[in-house]
């Protein structure tokens, strides 16, 4: 079974640029989440999927970040313009389901470096 | 006070002993507790999962759990240079999203 899929792996732009990233999660999963990690810190859910509605997005700077799951499958998660303090690693998962015990399974992750 | 809070580390443990990883959490309706193992410039794995009060066994891994304490904790018996990496836990709450931890560094000296 293939794992979750992130591209690029790694991305480097400068402050107020707009960056893409994109995940394709594994193959029937309804659930998607997106994270950030910060360097010495633990994975900040960003926006939750259940297919291709929304479910949580509280933590999501809307002001500058956006997200979509099209036909319930890939997501682009965008940000623009890009801040210094986005420099972070940004981790898609998915689980098979929404709840409370679903075991969610991570991909590679991008690495965003904002100069 | 944080929702999810372990101690930072670095632990370090010689190899063959017992490596012990705490964690406290904030929110009492918190149903499912994890651990993933992330090696550096990895993604979290998840190594164990525990639901209901006691202990755990999968190998060489124990995962406790005692919700009156609010704590969930992770033994790894005859500790093994591999199994350096950061440890995080994570807890999924009221609001049905998992919340990390920042994890704890391990060292195992060989």
């Known amino acids: 079974e293939a794992g979750v899929a992130q591209s690029p792996r790694y991305k480097i732009i400068e402050k107020r640029q707009s960056v893409a990233f994109w995940c394709n999660p594994i193959?029937?999963?309804?659930?998607l989440y997106w994270y950030q990690q910060i360097l010495g810190q633990g994975p900040k859910l960003l926006i939750q999927?259940?297919?291709?509605?929304?479910?949580?997005d509280s933590q999501l700077p809307k002001d500058r970040f956006s997200a979509e799951r099209l036909k319930g499958v890939d997501s682009t998660l965008k940000i623009q313009p890009a801040k210094l303090e986005d420099s972070a690693v940004y981790l898609c998962?998915?689980?098979?389901?929404?709840?409370?015990?679903?075991?969610?399974?991570f991909g590679p992750g991008t690495r965003l470096l904002v100069l | 006070q944080k929702e999810v809070e372990q101690n930072s580390g670095p632990l370090s443990v010689p190899e063959g002993a017992i490596a012990s990883l705490n964690c406290t959490y904030s929110?009492?309706?918190?149903?499912?507790f994890f651990w993933y193992r992330q090696y550096s410039g990895k993604s979290p794995e998840l190594i164990m999962s525990?639901?209901?009060?006691g202990d755990k066994e999968d190998g060489r891994f124990t995962a406790q759990l005692n919700k009156a304490s609010q704590y969930v904790s992770l033994l790894i018996r005859d500790s093994q240079p591999s199994d350096s990496a950061t440890y995080l836990c994570?807890?999924?709450?009221?609001?049905?999203?998992?919340?990390f931890g920042q994890g704890t560094r391990l060292t195992i000296n060989p």
């Open positions: 998962a998915s689980s098979l389901v929404q709840g409370a015990g679903e075991t969610q399974y």
């Open positions: 193959s029937g999963h309804a659930t």
């Open positions: 999927f259940q297919n291709n509605g929304v479910v949580d």
């Open positions: 929110d009492r309706v918190s149903q499912s």
């Open positions: 525990i639901y209901s009060n």
């Open positions: 994570a807890v999924n709450g009221g609001a049905q999203k998992l919340v």
